[in-house]
């Protein structure tokens, strides 16, 4: 008895004491003042340098929290008990929480640097005028292929990946726009289309396909081609660069048919506490100069059009991230279809997922 | 009879490489002046460095730590009521219900306990923090401690307690000389439980977070989109060199002082 009662207090005097340490530790970094803003973001989606320029620039504390989907964010928002002033979801995620009142209007009197956005990347269909949201970062979705492992042939359009060659060696992303998107495009079709009869066809030339593919799969996407357990994938463009610079034997094209364009965006959630410090935010991740260190740290494509000018131009040159638009057919935005057409979707994908070879 | 026990040792062998080579390699990469965690091109402390200087991934570590030893203690404390509790309800039936109840909460999915926790904080008007994270860490590990504590009660012999009353013990007594110093290795054994489940839990944890509060198995997950930095292993690998040393500790004062441990016997 007495043993274990000294155990306990020990235990509670060692929590108490590391309470304390982490405490002390949050004053002397300056995030339990009043003057914070909560920035909610995927992970490791922002050069740090920036929130400490930021901070000296402003006074105001960044506090950096991160989310892993952006399911688990809109949940997390749209329960509240927190305080995010800034978060950064995807382009369906946005006007999904604008449907649901999860945002709160920007005001574009205090984001001047919004000028220098690309109008391309601007008043899209999931926010009409921006409203609500800044585009973040941009992308596409592709295909990463091996040339070592294909005897050095090159792809160029999703209707390559239909070579009767290619037997097992493709992989792809587990969604339904994707997947879906891919066989519309490679018809010429939009991937936004909700004619049936054409969707009953995309789907049917996938079923053609599923000899080639090798397997469906999630994140793990990333690291399969990257240690060439496959030689293709159909993944984003942000994956695709990171499956790069892991291992550059590998390449990415955008196919010419056309294919989805995504985008991460800038948002104020109603929970946020300082509005004023979240204009202050966007407006500072909208300067070109800090733009473009955030797209070198990060790696994507940054929709900052002066941005560029401070970028090295092996980066801003290289058609795979940066793709020509006039080139491409039609680069996409994936429009909100509605609960019944995403089912069908749905539907249609899980039908192609159950087909035997 | 001497070749099975060498088979013996070997299939230990076995088992024990399996478990700890992920761990080696992990720890081995974490000095990769490469940045990935394949190819090997040379040996560099930049990671560590890395991890030193970077004091938000610190706070974190502290918060699980508190966290874990909290929720752990209390949990235990409950837990081992709970188990005394279900021991002394006289019918079976009412028992039987009581357990049903504890091991629906310990096959229950994580992410179910978690976005419940989530609609009840929030319901209830609780900021979610480090008391809403503590308070479900509490509520999941409870379960685990019942459960280990309660064999422990059923194999004492019940004469141990008539011969106590015999004896002049009142309640008290019973409860302090007699039932805790037998249940000792249970309540230990349920106490480690705990911690090392409140230690690596995401998705309960993920879904009660807020307001600058994580903790590092969230912080970790997050950053899996942009790919892991090796700045990950090289604070896997010193929290692991901690855990060697608190055990190895531990194992050395339990065999001096004779201490009943987990597992441990008594002099």
Redesign the interface.
């Known amino acids: 008895?007495k043993?274990?009662a000294i155990?306990?207090i020990a235990?509670?005097c060692?929590?108490l004491v590391?309470?304390y340490?982490?405490f002390a530790?949050?004053r002397t970094?300056g995030?339990a003042g009043k003057n914070?803003l909560?920035v909610y973001n995927?992970?490791?989606?922002i050069d740090p340098a920036l929130i400490k320029k930021f901070e000296k620039q402003t006074g105001i504390k960044v506090?950096?929290?991160?989310?892993?989907s952006n399911e688990?964010m809109m949940?997390?928002i749209a329960?509240?008990?927190?305080?995010f002033d800034v978060a950064v979801p995807s382009e369906y995620a946005v006007s999904k929480m604008k449907e649901d009142g999860l945002l709160i209007p920007l005001d574009h009197a205090k984001l001047p640097n919004l000028k220098y956005i690309n109008p391309r990347f601007l008043n899209l269909s999931f926010d009409p005028g921006n409203r609500y949201s800044v585009p973040y970062f941009w992308g596409t979705v592709g295909i990463v292929y091996n040339p070592s492992m294909l005897g050095g042939k090159k792809i160029t359009s999703w209707n390559d990946l239909w070579d009767p060659d290619l037997r097992n060696q493709i992989l792809l992303v587990d969604g339904a726009r994707e997947v879906i998107g891919m066989g519309l495009n490679s018809l010429h079709y939009s991937l936004n289309d909700t004619n049936k009869q054409h969707l009953r066809q995309a789907k049917e030339k996938l079923d053609r396909l599923v000899p080639n593919v090798k397997a469906i799969v999630g994140?793990e996407i990333?690291m399969l081609l990257?240690?060439e357990e496959a030689a293709i994938g159909v993944v984003w463009s942000g994956d695709a660069a990171?499956i790069i610079s892991?291992n550059d034997k590998l390449d990415y094209v955008v196919p010419k048919e056309g294919s989805n364009l995504w985008f991460d965006n800038m948002v104020i959630p109603k929970t946020a506490k300082n509005i004023e410090g979240a204009h202050k935010f966007i407006n500072f991740m909208l300067d070109p100069k800090n733009a473009a260190q955030n797209a070198e740290y990060?790696g994507y494509s940054t929709p900052n059009e002066k941005a560029l000018d401070y970028m090295p131009k092996e980066i801003t040159e290289d058609k795979r991230f940066y793709p020509d638009f006039d080139s491409i057919g039609n680069l996409e935005v994936y429009k909100n279809l509605g609960k019944r057409m995403l089912a069908y979707y749905n539907e249609l994908f899980l039908e192609f997922k159950m087909h035997r070879k | 009879m001497q070749s099975s026990h060498k088979w013996g040792k070997a299939y230990l062998a076995v088992v024990f490489v399996i478990l700890y080579l992920p761990i080696g390699y992990l720890i081995y990469y974490s000095f990769n002046k490469g940045g990935?965690m394949?190819d090997f091109s040379g040996v560099t402390l930049d990671w560590y460095k890395e991890v030193l200087h970077d004091?938000?991934l610190?706070?974190i570590v502290?918060?699980t730590?508190?966290i874990a030893?909290?929720s752990?203690?209390i949990s235990?404390?409950l837990g081992v009521i709970g188990a005394l509790a279900i021991y002394y309800v006289k019918s079976q039936q009412v028992k039987q219900i009581l357990l049903t109840l504890n091991n629906v909460l310990i096959v229950s999915p994580d992410v179910i306990i978690g976005?419940s926790f989530?609609?009840l904080?929030?319901m209830i008007?609780?900021?979610?923090g480090f008391t809403?994270v503590l308070l479900s860490h509490i509520a999941f590990s409870v379960p685990i401690v019942v459960l280990m504590v309660l064999p422990k009660l059923q194999e004492m012999s019940p004469t141990l307690i008539d011969a106590a009353r015999d004896l002049g013990a009142n309640q008290w007594d019973v409860l302090?000389?007699v039932i805790?110093?037998y249940i000792?290795p249970g309540?230990?054994a349920g106490f480690f439980m705990a911690l090392t489940y409140s230690l690596d839990d995401f998705a309960v944890t993920?879904?009660v977070t807020?307001?600058?509060f994580?903790t590092l198995s969230?912080?970790i997950?997050?950053?899996?989109?942009?790919?892991i930095?090796l700045s990950i292993n090289a604070l896997s690998a010193l929290l692991f060199i901690l855990t060697l040393a608190l055990v190895t500790g531990y194992y050395f004062i339990s065999r001096r002082s004779g201490?009943?441990g987990v597992g441990g016997r008594r002099r």
């Open positions: 008895m043993k274990l155990f306990f235990v509670f060692a929590a590391f309470y340490t982490a530790l949050n970094e995030y914070t909560t995927w992970g490791d989606y506090i950096y929290q991160t989310f892993d688990a949940a997390k329960q509240g008990g927190t305080t994140d990333k990257a240690n990171e892991e990060v | 990935t394949h004091t938000r610190w706070i502290l918060n730590i508190t030893l909290l752990a203690a235990t404390i976005a989530l609609i904080f929030t008007g609780i900021q979610l809403s302090t000389k805790l110093p000792t309540i230990f993920f879904f807020g307001n600058d994580s969230v912080e997950y997050s950053r899996a989109r942009q790919g930095s201490m009943l």
